[in-house]
């Protein structure tokens, strides 16, 4: 169990939420990049770091695997809103696999006056 299982659930946690299909088409959500001139709004996830974490109970680490679910819209009310819906859809969700939990979340414009939030959560597995 690794990637080959966090890559598909950590896009289903939101493509199988209405509300978050309400506000952003699941074609609209996407692994690492979003093609420029994509139509806003979107979602984009990132597999950042790794940890392996010692436990006591088994000679394997605990394996904590970071995703970054970024929410890009043209408006700031737009962005709160599905951030809040994909934030919800996050909690809600119950995994065989993993223990999930947030981490993180902030909020950016850059210079284009794309709204742009990210949502930091925790997907770890104990061997």
């Known amino acids: ?14 493509t199988s939420d ?11 959500i996407s692994f690492a990049q979003r093609p420029q001139g994509d139509q806003l709004p979107g979602i984009t996830i990132d597999v950042g770091t790794v940890e392996y ?10 394996t904590v695997y970071r995703v970054d679910y970024r929410i890009f819209s043209n408006k700031a009310e737009s962005a709160a809103t599905i951030h809040e819906a994909v934030k919800a859809a996050i909690i809600d969700y119950s995994s065989s696999t993993f223990l999930i939990r947030l981490f ?13 939030t990210t949502i930091s959560v925790t997907f770890e597995i104990s061997e």
């Open 104 to 116: 993180d979340e902030n909020y950016f414009v850059d210079v284009d006056l794309i709204h742009r």
């Open 18 to 28: 209405s509300s978050v299909t309400a506000e952003v088409a699941a074609n609209k």
């Open 1 to 14: 169990m690794s990637l080959i299982n966090l890559i598909p659930e950590a896009r289903s946690i939101l």
């Open 53 to 62: 974490e010692p436990t006591m109970q088994s000679p394997n680490a605990a």
